[in-house]
């Protein structure tokens, strides 16, 4: 019922800071919990932050915890990943996904956009 697309991904120096966008479509996004997940080169995908459906509260993983931060735009139906102090391995391709899951990791992603990437290099 809902599309999503991501934009905002490039290449970036260490330190430096992205603002990636989740566009939906067809639904509300308030209807979904929204999680940001990224993959690197090799590896298993991770998530990168998440806002539940149940309070709209943000959550993240120890590994981006005190730079990114995800937000909600409920009237341009968007949703923001903001990354700040970028370190080489937040390289890797950023996806956005919907679930009807109330809390963040419960699964239930069975939508997602087409990644956009983000590049970080010295």
């Known amino acids: 019922q809902v599309q999503l697309v991501e934009s905002g991904g490039g290449l970036v120096q260490p330190g430096g800071s992205l603002r990636l966008s989740c566009a939906a479509s067809?639904?509300?996004?308030?209807?979904?919990?929204i999680g940001w997940f990224r993959q690197a080169p090799g590896k298993e995908r991770e998530g990168a932050g998440c806002?539940?459906?149940?309070?709209?509260?943000?959550n993240y993983p120890d590994s981006v915890k005190g730079r990114f931060t995800i937000s909600r735009d409920s009237t341009r139906n968007m949703v923001y990943l903001q990354m700040n102090s970028l370190k080489p391995e937040d390289t890797g391709v950023y996806y956005c996904?919907?679930?009807?899951?109330?809390?963040?990791?419960?699964?239930?992603?069975?939508?997602w956009g087409q990644g956009t990437q983000v590049t970080v290099f010295s």
């Open positions: 067809g639904s509300l996004i308030d209807f979904y919990s």
């Open positions: 806002l539940s459906r149940s309070d709209g509260r943000p």
């Open positions: 996904a919907a679930s009807f899951e109330t809390s963040c990791w419960m699964g239930g992603y069975n939508y």
